[in-house]
């Protein structure tokens, strides 16, 4: 009799220790499955932080083609050529005879794409492997004078105003009209990145 029940408890002891080996089984399935899951989003979130930061970079990039076509602005005003074409500078002195935005359901590449690409000036990569082009547009109707025949969009003139009153100390603001010129810049960053800024600026 002392034998049989020391053999039934062999018995249940096994059967005990294989339940908890299945138990241990799924419990460790379960954790597998649960790291898997946390390595993706983790991946996921750097994946997207890092293509936030790469479209960041190539955002601010486009102020270094602003800078460039402003000075090549200031060149061209110097030497009194600001009103004729030179494709070759990426410069126009006049509107485009077609819209110079992108239509309604148009993306900002498939236009510049079209209308831009092929007159764009490259400006050259940066440091961390953005590609600046520009392309720059005098707000005049045509590529003439402003005061012979080009019909410019230029600022107000500012200058006093007779019959005014004046305070002791006062600045009379004084101030010749400017014509405006729109910059319209594309940077081709790392990943496929792209960023269109376009900018104002009056000379």
């Known amino acids: 009799m002392l034998k049989r029940q020391s053999a039934l408890a062999r018995l249940r002891r096994t059967g005990q220790q294989g339940m908890v080996l299945l138990v241990a089984l799924v419990v460790l399935v379960a954790i597998m499955i649960a790291g898997i899951a ?6 996921t979130a750097t994946l997207v932080a890092g293509n936030l930061a790469f479209e960041q970079a190539a955002t601010n ?24 074409n030179d494709p070759t500078s990426g410069y126009f002195a006049s509107l485009r005879a077609t819209n110079d935005n992108p239509a309604a359901g148009q993306t900002w590449q498939a236009f510049w794409d079209a209308n831009l690409a092929s007159s764009a000036y490259d400006a050259g990569t940066d440091q961390f492997g953005n590609h600046i082009y520009y392309v720059v547009h005098r707000q005049c109707a045509n590529a003439l004078p402003p ?26 603001l004084q101030a010749a009209s400017q014509i405006y010129y729109r910059i ?19 000379m």
């Open 184 to 202: 319209t810049v594309r940077v081709a960053g790392p990943r496929r990145t792209e960023s269109y800024v376009q900018s104002f600026i009056a």
């Open 38 to 43: 946390m390595m993706r989003s983790v991946d």
């Open 147 to 172: 005061g012979a025949g080009g019909q410019c969009v230029a600022s107000p003139a500012v200058t006093t105003a007779n019959g005014n009153s004046q305070e002791a100390g006062e600045i009379e």
């Open 61 to 84: 990039a486009a102020d270094k083609g602003i800078e460039q076509a402003i000075a090549m602005l200031q060149a061209k005003s110097a030497s009194g050529t600001l009103d004729s």
